[in-house]
């Protein structure tokens, strides 16, 4: 079964610095992997997706990640932190194109002024 | 262009009670799935279904029920609420090989 660990349950930066999410999963197989955010009292809604081809992936409001098959990692970054940026951010998996998402725990992402 | 909605969007409920939570897509997706949201626990599947007619249970499936006889709804039941239920819990549909999963905005139930 995969899995998904999402290191740092918290994570605070300063306005303008450096985002870096860190995900790593397990897959016995090449893995889909998908990064979410959530803002408060909110749905889910879809940051970037890596499913195959090229390994870095960008998406949306600045974000990008990384698909690294020997680190067995997926981490997001974004160079320069906004304020609208704070949110929580979940990281997912899954073996196939047809098999549901596991999530991570999930980071929640504080930007201090 | 609603994409997926949520009724009721809050619920509070007593021990022992019964309800349902309804899904609806305007996204004609075949592929549904119901998660609950728990603090330090990220989302958790409940159940899901692949289509019409369909279900399938995921990870934390026990006192929960489903029926999708509709392809644009997706119905998950309560049968007796327990405090342990209470939870955020969200519907979502999309093909994981696509473009991943349209979340709706999400129910709070809270079992008393």
């Known amino acids: 079964a995969q899995s998904v660990t999402q290191l740092g349950s918290h994570v605070s930066v300063s306005e303008g610095a450096l985002v870096l999410l860190r995900c790593n999963y397990s897959s016995s197989v090449p893995p889909y992997l998908f990064w979410y955010v959530q803002y408060p009292n909110q749905g889910l809604q879809l940051l970037l997706k890596y499913t195959t081809g090229a390994t870095l992936v960008k998406g949306i409001n600045g974000f990008e990640a990384e698909f690294k098959k020997s680190e067995t990692s997926f981490h997001l970054t974004k160079p320069s932190a906004h304020m609208s940026d704070a949110a929580e951010y979940f990281c997912?998996?899954?073996?196939?194109?047809?098999?549901?998402?596991?999530f991570g725990k999930g980071t929640r992402l504080s930007v201090i002024a | 262009n609603a994409g997926v909605t949520q009724t009721p969007k809050f619920r509070v409920l007593k021990t022992g009670q019964s309800m349902t939570l309804l899904c609806a897509q305007d996204m004609n997706h075949e592929y549904m799935y119901w998660y609950r949201q728990d603090p330090g626990m990220g989302l958790r599947l409940i159940h899901y279904s692949v289509g019409e007619g369909t279900t399938a249970k995921g990870e934390v499936p026990d006192g929960y029920n489903v029926s999708r006889l509709k392809k644009q709804n997706f119905l998950l039941g309560l049968e007796s609420a327990a405090p342990s239920q209470t939870s955020v819990y969200f519907c979502a549909t999309g093909f994981t090989g696509n473009y991943g999963y349209t979340f709706g905005s999400g129910t709070r139930l809270t079992v008393v």
């Open positions: 997912a998996v899954s073996r196939s194109g047809n098999t549901p998402l596991v």
